[in-house]
């Protein structure tokens, strides 16, 4: 099993891990230009997109891949 996860990126980073780094990045506004959700957009906090991070599977695609795009960037 761990072998299986060697190679992927997003192990051992939570959606929450995710979340803040992005609003770090980019800051709320330009996140919902980034990616257009509601929650990123009309009284944002981490919670409330969390919550609905956790039931849209499209969604947390959308992050997941800004994220990955991001950590590439980065180094």
């Known amino acids: 099993m761990a072998e299986q996860q060697k190679n992927n990126p997003l192990h051992g ?3 929450q891990m995710m979340l803040e780094h992005l609003v770090e990045v980019y800051g ?3 996140l919902s ?3 257009n959700l509601n ?3 009309n009284n944002p906090s981490i919670k ?3 919550t609905f991070l956790r039931r849209t ?3 947390r695609e959308k992050v997941e ?3 990955l795009y ?3 960037k980065i180094r």
């Open 39 to 41: 929650c990123f957009k």
């Open 65 to 67: 891949g800004l994220y």
């Open 48 to 50: 409330s997109s969390l």
């Open 13 to 15: 980073v939570t959606l």
């Open 57 to 59: 599977p499209w969604a």
């Open 70 to 72: 991001t950590r590439r």
């Open 33 to 35: 230009l980034k990616i």
């Open 28 to 30: 709320w506004e330009h």
